[in-house]
Nanobody, 115 residues
């Protein structure tokens, strides 16, 4: 069992930045693909960014170069740096750890982009 704890969400104005962090409670952190997903009210959860164990990264089209996912295998953490935030980025952001068919989720952190 892997526990994931997100932090760093909050209220930010349009055009602002936030950095989300996720701490994982596993010594096997490096073997997991780590990802950030989000769910806005009334919408399905969607992938934002994923970083594989080897370091390759994938982003949703709507990111448009504004977000950067990174991982620190020495600290068992994954980050999502979000710049140029838009109101439509408002959602609960979830951290995910995946390996084959096994998925673990954090409790989520709220990101609200509003003036």
């Amino acid at each position: 069992q892997v526990q994931l704890v997100e932090s760093g969400g909050g209220l930010v104005q349009p055009g602002g930045s936030l950095k989300l962090s996720c701490a994982a409670s596993t010594s096997m952190f490096s073997i997991y693909a780590m990802g950030w997903y989000r769910q806005a009210p009334g919408k399905q959860r969607e992938m934002v960014a994923v970083i594989r164990s080897g370091g390759s990264t994938f982003y949703a089209d709507f990111v448009e170069g504004r977000f950067t996912i990174s991982r620190d295998n020495t600290k068992n953490t994954v980050h999502l740096q979000m710049n140029s935030l838009k109101p439509e980025d408002t959602a609960v952001y979830y951290c995910n750890a995946a390996r084959f068919s096994v998925n673990y989720w954090g409790q989520g952190t709220q990101v609200t982009v509003s003036s």
